[in-house]
Structures are given as structure tokens and as C-alpha cells.
């Protein structure tokens, strides 16, 4: 999704969000039909799903807004930080309590960020990537409270049809003053954005629908992985040492926290 974002060009950010999430409404409400799922969430559920809806849109605002001005592995990376900050939240949230270990390893990827961020002078930080780390704080909200939703019996396809029907009504006032017209080719990336997307909101939601975030993190760090290479391959990106040290020591600290959530859950 990201290298289509990136080759979509300049287009505003809320346009590329418009039409990523319109590919989703349509692909989320064939499955509500085919599965015959009523379009509600259940008494008591609405303030969950709609939190979703809210900080899931903000979270990819500000992930659109650092692709188009960042390499996409860099901003990969920062929306990466999304497990992490859904580890904090769960335990405000969910009362999912972080053991000393996560809360290390926590620590290790805030850390991580700063080779990403190369905060220097007078600049602490760029502003596209403390928008990417904003996405991520956005992310990591939206991605707790869809955890808490499904666990009470929400449906994730209701929820991938009502967070994408929110960001699309959020965008449509922008998209109809600013629109900016797109060329065949600027459209045909938008339309394999919204594919690939789609499948991916898919997945994740049923990833935290059946697990703990402290449990996903280190298989959704695979995206900074494909990100790297298709950069590389197809737009010439190439991140340079600074950021290559932030990412090992995030996805190390992933790694690290996988290993230890393992050998606490295989423990009498």
C-alpha cells in the first residue's frame, strides 16, 4: 500500500485516504452481505467502534502525510511503532498489564525511533516524522480499542465497513473544495493502494481480534522488510545508516519481546 501511495505522486494526502478507503467500503460491505452480518456493532459497543473509526482515521492521515514526504521503508518504520504503543495502551484500556520485559523493550524501540527521527540543532525533529510517530500513537489507540470490540462480539468486517465508511465522509469535504484531478496512471495506483490496503485491514483486524498486541508485533514488522526492498526496487530509496541502526533495534526489541511472551505463555 505504501509504494502505491508513493507512486500515486502529488496528490493530497486526504484524496490518496479517500480512495484507499473506498476500495475497503465496497470490498467489507460484500462480505457483510455475502455473510449475511447486520451493519450494527450491539448495545454498548458504538463508543468502541466509532473510537476505532476516529483514531484509526487520524493514525492514517498522518501515515499518508510522512509516506509522501519520507522514504516509505522510514515511514513504515515509524507507523511500525503501532504494537508499541498498543502494548501502553492495552493496559489503561484493557487491563492487559505490561510485564517488565515489554515495558523494556518499550523503552528500546522509543529509542530506536530517535536513529530514525536524527534529531539534531536547532531541528529536534522533522515535521514528517513527528506526524509518522503521531500515526503511530494513532494506530496503536485504534488498534486497542478494536481489540476490546471484537472481544465483546463485534464483527471485524462491521468494523473495517464503518472505519472505512468514517474516514471516507471525514475526506469528502476536502476532496470535493481540493480535488485535484488524476491521471490514468495516478488512478490505477490509488486503485491497487486501496486493493493492497484492504487486504491488509483485513488481517490485522482478525490478528488482534485472536491475540494480544504484546503477541503480533514482531509478524507485523515484516512490512518495514517488503517496504526496504520494494523502495528500493522501484523507487530508488535507499535508508541511510542512522535509520538502518533504528530499525534493528526496533525490530529487535520486537523480536526480543516475541521470544520472552512465548517462553512466559509455554511456562507452568
Do not use: W
Not at 11 to 22: D, I, T
Not at 167 to 173: E, N, T, V
Not at 197 to 217: C, K, L, M, N, R
Amino acid at each position: 500500500m505504501n509504494l502505491f501511495v508513493k507512486a500515486a505522486g502529488d496528490l493530497p494526502f486526504f484524496e490518496k485516504v479517500f480512495f484507499r478507503n473506498a476500495i475497503a467500503i465496497l470490498f467489507s460491505f460484500g462480505v457483510l452481505k455475502k455473510q449475511h452480518i447486520p451493519l450494527k456493532c450491539g448495545k454498548g459497543n458504538a463508543l468502541l467502534v466509532t473510537g476505532r473509526a476516529v483514531f484509526g482515521t487520524i493514525g492514517m492521515f498522518c501515515n499518508f502525510y510522512a509516506i509522501d514526504r519520507l522514504n516509505i521503508s522510514d515511514a513504515s518504520m515509524l507507523n511500525k511503532l503501532s504494537p508499541f504503543f498498543a502494548i501502553i495502551f492495552s493496559c489503561f484500556i484493557l487491563g492487559e498489564m505490561a510485564k517488565g520485559y515489554q515495558i523494556t523493550c518499550v523503552i528500546a524501540a522509543m529509542l530506536g525511533t530517535i536513529f530514525i527521527l536524527k534529531p539534531g540543532g536547532d531541528n529536534l525533529l522533522s515535521f514528517p516524522a513527528f506526524i509518522g510517530v503521531l500515526g503511530g500513537v494513532g494506530a496503536g489507540l485504534a488498534y486497542t480499542l478494536l481489540r476490546k470490540a471484537t472481544g465483546r462480539g463485534v464483527n471485524g468486517a462491521f468494523i473495517v465497513f464503518f472505519f472505512s465508511c468514517f474516514s471516507c465522509a471525514f475526506c469528502l469535504p476536502f476532496f470535493i473544495f481540493y480535488f485535484e484531478p488524476m491521471s490514468l496512471k495516478q488512478l490505477i495506483f490509488m486503485l491497487l493502494a486501496g486493493l493492497s490496503a484492504t487486504g491488509g485491514q483485513f488481517s490485522i483486524t482478525a490478528a488482534y481480534s485472536h491475540a494480544p498486541a504484546s503477541e503480533i508485533s514482531v509478524y507485523d514488522y515484516s512490512q518495514v522488510i517488503f517496504a526496504g526492498v520494494l523502495g528500493f526496487l522501484f523507487l530508488q530509496e535507499l535508508p541511510d545508516y542512522l535509520s538502518i541502526i533504528g530499525y534493528v533495534i526496533i525490530i529487535g526489541a520486537s523480536v526480543v519481546m516475541f521470544v520472552l511472551n512465548q517462553r512466559h505463555k509455554n511456562m507452568p
